[in-house]
Nanobody, 124 residues
């Protein structure tokens, strides 16, 4: 059973930066592709970024391209999301997820394991 625990959320002002972290345990970390999703109040959960098994490939939703960077430390079983130039519309609960498919998938149903989420609030 894979367990994912997110941390690093908080309240910041527009233009600030935050770094989210996701610690994975209970599985072979390098066999999963890892992603970040987010869910704002009253909205569906949406894809943010994904990284391949070996960390060599990434993909982002257009809304965060150029501002967010996803990375992984295989030795530490950790996935990071560096978020720069934050905007109020980035406000959401951010979730880490893992997929056995290992590819750069963007749909929620491709991910078997999810963390509990961490709140990010960006004030204007």
């Amino acid at each position: 059973q894979v367990q994912l625990v997110e941390s690093g959320g908080g309240l910041v002002q527009a233009g600030d930066s935050l770094r989210l972290s996701c610690a994975a345990s209970g599985g072979i970390f390098s066999s999963f592709s890892m992603a970040w999703f987010r869910q704002a109040p009253g909205k569906e959960r949406e894809f943010v970024a994904v990284i391949s098994r070996n960390g060599h490939s990434t993909y982002y939703t257009d809304a965060v391209e150029g501002r967010f960077t996803i990375s992984r430390d295989i030795a530490k079983n950790t996935v990071l999301l560096q978020m720069n130039s934050l905007k109020p519309e980035d406000t959401a609960v951010y979730y880490c997820a893992s997929s056995r498919l290992g590819t750069l998938v963007v749909t929620t149903n491709a991910y078997e394991y999810w963390g509990q989420g961490t709140q990010v609030t960006v004030s204007s």
